[in-house]
């Protein structure tokens, strides 16, 4: 009996050790952030900016790979997929709790847990300068007394832009009047309503800041909990008394069943990289405003997102 | 005197060195199908960051002309445009390689390639906002119009029977017709397969039609040919002339200004540009019959036209903020990145770093040409290499260059069907151009169709209201009227 005891405490020992051998052994190759959207985007550039110098934290290089299609679910079913051991990590957006509420993807939003949120991205409603209405209120009327007249391009159904336009035309209550144009993007909906062939646009505010300061557009208002840096002017559609509050979030995923240990070391690390004064540095120059939540906070970030789409996405029509 | 001061400050010796080690890589990266034009520069983005402003913004142009120009040499060595936008190249280029006469069709893509560059860089400078306001004047029923009317081009290429070619090109609809309605987003014809989400992809597609289906025609001529020794044949014949060149001057103009327009316009590139031209070179030619047997008129055209988008998609990107295509897209998240914001102000507030992009495109254009021609003899060697050995390189390169598009084994699959695809087409004598521009155009004109109703609230009418589109229209029954009726009757009588 004692020796039994002896040894089942020194195998617990061992595989005690062996535990922590493992995790101090993580990670022995380059770790791959899977970005799902197409290379060259903005959520791509986004994911970029935190591999420069990403060796100095993590101990080894952190490698970028773009699977695109099927508005973001390709990449998340291949990380889903993928073996659990920490190497392949998620870098995504709104979309990932949305597009299973939309079609038939290969995984299920509550597989994924966070690691690091890197930014929230309020969008908003913008027109040509010389529409005849200058906020929210104004907008409705006209919509109303206009049916039919009043268009709004996004870059694309089921995008987080589409989500984003449709939550503030749905709180303003004008849904059966409007119409919403898909773009392949969204540069050709900024040329749609400068030409005036589309009234509106729903945007993220860089793609089209510069024609802001021209004077060629105007910001009706932002869909989002806070006003823009960059418009202090402008209100959001919930101080124009319409609540539409979905923002797009950007950040680091990974599957729920990658060991403790791993999935903290990467909590740990991200949040270094994430405020060090290099990466803090390219942001700016990106212009993404820069919101951290740690892992737990982000998870819950990821669940709240789940349950807003599922009602919106219903009452959009997209629901499958 | 102080612009042209500020113009040549830009002409440092650092700044030449990025652009043409731009260059050289967009040359590559062009020619190597499944890496396209817009791939090239994402790859090089992250490097870019790196860099200061200037040097990036020179590396970057300087492989965006070296992509666009990369295709074609693909296209015409083995048939497989390296970039969507070099289809239209091979259809003529790929029948002069296998007439022997690869080196010309080479130099003629480069000559063309780079006047149609220099031609877009100075409508560039000295139209830019002419040009930005005019673009914007384009709306969905618009682009329609320049769909259908660059879709007539399939009348052109149904070679001798037009009812194959309409058979082929809606086979080609068809296949477009996959993935997620752009309107209502739901799924067409996926059949639950989730990678068809997006459609097939294209260059999945063209690698598969064109290449696969030529690799496994060619296997068919049986192993004594396929093991010819390698020809050491004297190549110094087989270049362009100068006169050749010459001959080609208005051809060459005029497909440049068409690229340059095509690309003003957001949404619409390369392909569209060089399909547009080839259709107008050979409506305009005195013997358009030829078109597709393997002559430079086809050549120069859709090289001039697909390097002309260049100077044009930076158009609406300088003057409005709005990228013209895809690469233009990447390329203003790359300006914003090293803190340049691209749009209407760029001109008041960042005169010289409009003059640095003016630069760089001009010496790009220079730089793919000298670039080019040192590694043209080269390239013409490929050619004579021993296809058992060169055959399957090339089927190796279509599958790593399908793979490398979405990073996804799924896409090399449907290129195997699409190859399987063109070699029954192919044996069964149905033409191949049609497929591929109606798999290309179609979507877009769809896309644009339905946009234009749902704007004008189901007004068929809108089409003929607005005056741009209706000219469009008109020139597309003109264009239809030649290339069905006229050029057949010609040849009926010849």
């Known amino acids: ?320 | 005197m102080e612009a042209l001061q500020a113009v040549l400050s830009n002409i440092t010796f650092q700044n030449v060195l990025f652009l043409v080690g731009g260059a050289f890589a967009g040359i590559i990266g062009g020619a190597l199908p499944g890496i396209s034009p817009s791939m090239t520069i994402a790859l090089l983005l992250p490097m870019s960051l790196y860099l200061p402003p200037s040097y990036a913004i020179m590396t970057l142009i300087g492989a965006y002309q070296g992509a666009m120009y990369g295709g074609s040499i693909s296209a015409i060595l083995i048939n497989t445009p390296g970039t969507a936008s070099a289809a239209a190249t091979a259809f003529d280029g790929y029948q002069m390689a296998n007439n022997g006469k690869a080196g010309k069709a080479l130099g003629m893509a480069l000559t063309a390639s780079c006047t149609g560059g220099l031609i877009s860089s100075v409508i560039l400078i000295l139209l830019a906002k002419t040009l930005a306001n005019l673009s914007i004047q384009f709306g969905p029923a618009e682009y329609f119009g320049i769909m259908v009317l660059a879709l007539t081009l399939i009348a052109g290429v149904c070679g001798d029977s037009m009812l194959k070619g309409l058979v082929a090109a809606a086979l080609g609809l068809l296949a477009a017709t996959v993935g997620q309605d752009p309107v209502s987003g739901t799924d067409r014809l996926t059949f639950g397969i989730f990678d068809l989400f997006d459609g097939f992809t294209m260059l999945s597609v063209f690698i598969g039609v064109f290449a696969l289906s030529e690799l496994m025609m060619q296997l068919r001529a049986g192993g004594k040919v396929l093991n010819e020794p390698t020809q050491l044949l004297n190549v110094s014949s087989d270049r362009i002339t100068f006169r050749e060149y010459w001959s080609q001057k208005w051809n060459i103009l005029i497909s440049g200004i068409i690229g340059t327009f095509v690309g003003v316009l957001p949404g619409v590139g390369g392909s569209t540009a060089s399909f547009l031209a080839y259709a107008e070179a050979k409506r305009r030619s005195k013997y358009p019959e030829k078109f597709g047997t393997g002559i430079i008129d086809g050549v120069a055209a859709a090289e001039s036209a697909n390097n002309g988008v260049c100077g044009g998609a930076l158009v609406p990107m300088l003057a409005l903020g709005i990228p013209g295509d895809v690469v233009t897209a990447i390329l203003v998240g790359a300006f914003i990145a090293h803190g340049l914001k691209p749009g209407p102000l760029l001109f008041s507030q960042h005169i010289n770093d409009v003059y640095m992009i003016y630069v760089s495109l001009i010496l790009s254009c220079v730089a793919v040409l000298i670039l080019g021609m040192i590694f043209l003899p080269l390239f013409v060697r490929i050619v004579k290499i021993r296809k058992s050995i060169l055959f399957p390189c090339v089927f190796i390169l279509c599958i790593v260059g399908t793979y490398s598009v979405r990073s996804n084994l799924f896409d090399c699959f449907m290129m195997f069907a699409f190859g399987l695809l063109g070699y029954v087409l192919r044996c069964y004598k149905f033409q191949l151009a049609p497929f591929i521009i109606a798999f290309v155009l179609g979507p877009e004109a769809e896309l644009n169709f339905r946009l234009a109703l749902r704007i004008s609230g189901n007004n068929y009418m809108t089409f003929l209201e607005k005056p741009i589109c209706a000219t469009l229209l008109a020139l597309t029954l003109v264009s239809v009227y030649f290339f069905a009726f006229r050029s057949r009757k010609q040849k009926k009588s010849a």
């Open chain 1, 1 to 320: 009996m004692k020796m039994m005891k002896k040894v089942s405490f020194a195998l617990t020992c061992a595989l005690a050790l062996g535990a922590s051998a493992f995790a101090a052994d993580y990670p022995r190759k380059p770790i791959t952030m899977v970005v799902p959207y197409a290379a060259g985007g903005g959520t791509h550039l986004a994911a970029e900016i935190l591999t420069p110098g990403a060796e100095k934290f993590l101990g080894q290089p952190l490698e970028i790979v773009c699977k695109p299609g099927a508005g973001g679910a390709i990449g998340a079913t291949y990380v889903a997929k993928a073996p659990k051991d920490g190497y392949t990590i998620l870098y995504s957006t709104l979309s990932l709790p949305t597009a299973p509420l939309i079609g038939k993807v290969g995984y299920k939003t509550e597989e994924f847990v966070g690691i690091a949120q890197c930014s929230d991205v309020a969008s908003v409603l913008a027109v040509r300068a010389d529409a005849p209405f200058n906020n929210a209120k104004e907008l409705v009327e006209w919509a109303k007394a206009n049916p039919g007249k009043f268009s709004w391009s996004h870059p694309g159904v089921g995008s987080s832009l589409h989500i984003q336009g449709a939550n503030a035309i749905y709180q303003m209550g004008i849904a059966s009047v409007t119409k919403d144009i898909p773009a392949k993007g969204t540069a050709p909906g900024i040329a749609n309503v400068l030409g005036g062939h589309v009234t509106a646009i729903s945007s993220f505010f860089p793609a089209l800041s510069e024609n802001v300061k021209a004077g060629q557009m105007k910001v009706i208002g932002v869909v989002g909990n806070k006003r823009l840096e960059e418009l202090p002017d402008v209100p959001t559609f919930e101080e124009q008394g319409y609540p539409a509050l979905i923002t797009s979030w950007r950040g680091v995923f990974c599957h729920k069943d990658v060991p403790m240990e791993i999935r903290k070391f990467l909590e740990e690390k991200f949040a270094e990289i994430i405020a060090s004064p290099e990466y803090q540095e390219r942001a700016k120059k990106l212009g993404e405003p820069q919101v951290y939540a740690n892992s737990e906070e982000f998870t819950k970030v990821l669940m709240k997102g789940h349950e807003d789409m599922t009602e919106l996405v219903k009452a959009i029509g997209l629901a499958k």
